[in-house]
């Protein structure tokens, strides 16, 4: 029949109803079936609530209000469609006043039958439609198998037979000759085991013992051919001669056999339909318990049906929402729908497998009844694992987007600014550098600022490190012209570039400041990245007399070779070993190796992350020459004047 669920969205309208359009739909919403009011061109007007909530139950995405009905039925490609089309156009054309018929309208799990009635009515000068569609699902299966047990009743041939205790055949009714094919004459005063065979002879026996027997059988007529039959013998009294006699009852049973078999072929049809299925599926009962399990839903939940099976899903799947806190059962839609018959869709819960893991779903769970009412509820859910990782890759994907837009505008608009950190010589006490850190302004008329590791990194894989590093070399330059010494911070891929160091002649030369002024920090990754390229780079500052540092020595496995191959000036610890020098031993024995060892090389010793005076005291009593951090000194703006020579 016709398809609520996929026409375009339309906003719910009321042109062309009579009345007061309040009224109007609340009289529609009072009407328990699914009504819909149509124009004359077969456009629906209005749709009652029932409507809707039948639309929104099968998935649709709108109720079709505003969408050509007569169009929808056409689409169908179905003769009760299209036979409704028919009608509905016969109505608007005045050949008839009203219309009505029954069709099926199934859903995956459960069978269901609709009334439909139309009626034409004039409204304005204009025919308008009533079409209704009223679920008859109950009466047509009391009908349906009225229907069938008149039928039996019909076809049913009871074959009644009395036996003697000995095994003589006393009478033969009409049906036992239509049933076994002989004739009363050529049955009676025969052996039983003669002519109905051993297990008729076998059941005579036993209720001439016990007093009655019951039982399913394979019997054969006259002609040989096998039916199954069900068969009673009951012991009774002949009241003349009162001798005791057996009543045999046989009844064909061919077609309950039949309706049996294709009954367990179509189960397993049905269940091998859900097991080819990709998303997982399994019922519970009313109370929510585990009634069925499809091979999607075993394999995605961990656990077997087996196990599962009689037990309550939700004390073991559901009972934590997806923030971690618990979910009660009091509120759980898949309960609800159980119990009480809700249809719910949920695009983003857990359900926790048996290893514990957390397994990001969408479900629907929808009730599962009969024509004896509510016997729980059906769901059907997916793994989101992907289409959340995929989300979640997008959405840091816009967020670096929006930082590099807001990199290439900092460059545009110099919004960039230099912070500057002292460093201490721990003999004297004096700042001896300052080493230079970058920031962002927020481009809002504020003077809020964006710390480094929002913007760095973005800036650093989509290729606008180099222009970054080329300002703060620039800056750099500047204050070392006007008498700062600084150190400068430089990214692991501009180091691998052949410009970098002619722009550090360059900002040099155009500055006029002094290359001892200027101090380069250079990681064990940046060496890593292009050993031979970062080699020359250190190479040739030293010729112009500018200052290495190898930071974060002591964190990787390579620095001790660059010690001995590079022409460095110092070594930064790595914060790891400064952070908690005054109560970790280990932290401890490394700074003092480490400064043995430059002392071995000539080198001097930097510590950064000095945050309170007993780290401070245990690096000045291991021999470190010179200190950063928060306790020595925080980062503070550094106004950089732009040299005279600066073009």
């Known amino acids: 029949m016709t398809s609520l669920s996929d026409p375009p969205d339309h906003h719910f309208a009321s042109a062309g109803c009579p009345g007061d359009a309040e009224d109007w739909h609340a009289t529609l919403d009072a009407i328990p079936g699914n009504v819909a009011l149509l124009d004359d061109e077969g456009v629906i007007l209005a749709v009652n609530a029932a409507w809707r909530a039948f639309a929104a139950a099968e998935g649709g995405t709108s109720d079709l209000v505003g969408a050509n009905y007569l169009s929808v039925c056409d689409a169908a490609d179905a003769p009760t469609a299209t036979a409704v089309a028919v009608a509905l156009r016969d109505l608007i054309a005045g050949d008839r006043?009203?219309?009505a018929t029954e069709y099926p309208c199934h859903s995956p799990i459960q069978q269901r039958w609709y009334l439909l009635r139309a009626r034409r009515q004039w409204h304005q000068g204009r025919a308008q439609l009533t079409v209704s569609h009223e679920n008859i699902t109950e009466r047509h299966l009391e009908r349906?198998?009225?229907q069938l047990n008149a039928h039996l009743l019909d076809q049913a041939d009871v074959a009644v037979q009395t036996v003697d205790v000995h095994g003589g055949i006393l009478s033969w009714n009409a049906a036992a000759e239509r049933l076994f094919g002989w004739t009363a004459p050529e049955a009676v005063g025969r052996p039983v085991q003669a002519v109905l065979g051993e297990q008729i002879a076998h059941a005579v026996a036993a209720a001439a013992h016990a007093g009655t027997w019951t039982g399913d059988v394979l019997l054969?007529?006259?002609?040989?051919?096998?039916?199954?039959?069900h068969v009673q013998a009951r012991l009774a009294s002949d009241l003349e001669a009162c001798t005791p006699t057996v009543v045999v009852t046989a009844l064909d049973i061919s077609q309950r056999v039949d309706a049996a078999r294709e009954l367990e072929q179509a189960r397993d049809r049905l269940l091998r339909v859900t097991d080819s299925m990709g998303e997982g599926m399994y019922t519970l009962d009313v109370d929510g318990r585990v009634t069925y399990m499809n091979r999607a839903a075993q394999e995605l939940l961990g656990w077997r049906f087996d196990e599962l099976d009689g037990?309550?899903?939700?004390?073991?799947?559901?009972f934590r929402r997806p923030s971690g806190e618990p979910h009660a059962a009091a509120d759980c839609p898949i309960l609800r729908a159980a119990r009480y018959g809700e249809t719910t869709r949920v695009e983003d819960d857990i359900f926790i497998r048996a290893d514990g893991a957390e397994l990001p779903i969408s479900y629907t769970a929808s009730p599962l009844g009969s024509g004896t009412g509510l016997e729980g509820c059906v769901v059907v859910f997916e793994d989101i694992t992907e289409r959340k990782a995929q989300a979640a890759r997008l959405t840091r994907r816009l967020a670096e987007l929006e930082w590099l837009a807001r990199v290439h505008e900092a460059l545009e608009g110099d919004l960039f600014v230099l912070h500057a950190q002292p460093i201490i010589e721990l003999s004297s006490g004096r700042v001896v550098q300052r080493e230079l850190l970058i920031r962002m302004r927020e481009n809002d008329g504020t003077d809020r600022l964006v710390p480094p590791g929002?913007?760095?990194?973005?800036a650093e894989e989509h290729g606008l490190i180099g222009d970054i590093d080329r300002w703060v070399i620039d800056r750099g330059a500047e204050l070392?012209?006007?008498?700062v010494s600084v150190e400068l911070n430089l990214s692991a891929r501009s180091i691998g570039e052949r410009w970098l160091l002619g722009h550090v002649v360059d900002a040099i030369a155009r500055t006029g400041a002094d290359p001892a002024?200027?101090?380069?920090?250079?990681?064990?990754?940046?060496?890593?990245?292009?050993?031979?390229e970062a080699r020359r780079f250190v190479e040739h500052l030293h010729k112009i007399g500018c200052k290495v540092v190898l930071d974060d020595f002591g964190a990787g496995y390579s620095g001790f070779k660059y010690l001995k191959q590079l022409p460095i000036d110092s070594v930064k610890i790595d914060i790891e070993f400064v952070r908690d020098l005054v109560t970790n031993t280990a932290s401890r024995n490394v700074v003092e190796?480490?400064?043995?060892l430059a002392a071995k090389f000539g080198l001097d010793t930097v510590a950064e992350g000095v945050e309170d005076a007993e780290t401070l005291q245990v690096l000045t009593a291991l021999g470190v020459d010179y200190a950063q951090g928060y306790h020595l000194g925080r980062p503070a703006p550094v106004a950089v004047t732009p040299a005279p020579g600066r073009g």
């Open 311 to 318: 037990h309550a899903m939700h004390d073991i799947t559901h």
């Open 454 to 458: 929002l913007f760095l990194p973005v």
């Open 220 to 229: 054969h007529r006259l002609n040989g051919a096998a039916f199954p039959a």
């Open 480 to 483: 070392a012209a006007g008498g």
């Open 517 to 532: 002024r200027m101090t380069f920090e250079i990681t064990e990754t940046a060496l890593i990245r292009d050993e031979a």
């Open 593 to 596: 190796a480490i400064v043995g």
């Open 144 to 146: 349906q198998s009225a």
């Open 97 to 99: 006043e009203s219309f």
